[in-house]
């Protein structure tokens, strides 16, 4: 399981606020649930990107390696950049990890995420999108 299974503040609000502000930048507005729905898939056509790599892990590992993993993700995606590319981490995608897994005949792993990977649009509008930032005194603490 990727997202907590209660939501507890203050991550459920800035999820909520993340999302909106996305919908907002793409003039989705709450109500129309048609585009919501057409930019949630996209993350399933990673993004039409023309590389989507996904991210596997031998199920019997535990916490330190996601958390090696972590750090192998975002070595990719600095290289990526060294090399002038784009990158994506998509979580959704392992809402669907036994379809997937099933198909590439990947049983005996956990899919921890997938990325997409290709030369950014600049002109397209969700890329002119920011996530929010919490102010880093909020969840830092210091210790002399």
Request: proline share 5%.
């Amino acid at each position: 399981s990727y997202y907590p299974d209660k939501w507890i503040e203050p991550y459920n609000s800035r999820r909520i606020k993340c999302g909106l502000q996305m919908y907002k930048t793409l003039g989705i507005t709450p109500r129309d649930k048609e585009k919501q729905v057409n930019q949630w898939a996209s993350n399933y056509r990673a993004f039409d990107a023309p590389v989507m790599l996904l991210f596997f892990m031998d199920k019997h590992m535990n916490t330190g390696s996601y958390l090696d993993y972590g750090m192998f993700l975002q070595s990719i995606m600095l290289a990526a950049v060294e090399q002038g590319l784009a990158t994506c981490p998509q979580a959704s995608l392992a809402d669907y990890s036994e379809i997937i897994k099933s198909t590439l005949d990947y049983p005996d792993s956990i899919l921890l995420c997938g990325m997409s990977l290709g030369y950014e649009d600049k002109e397209a509008l969700v890329n002119s999108y920011r996530t929010p930032r919490a102010e880093i005194d909020t969840f830092t603490r210091y210790f002399t």
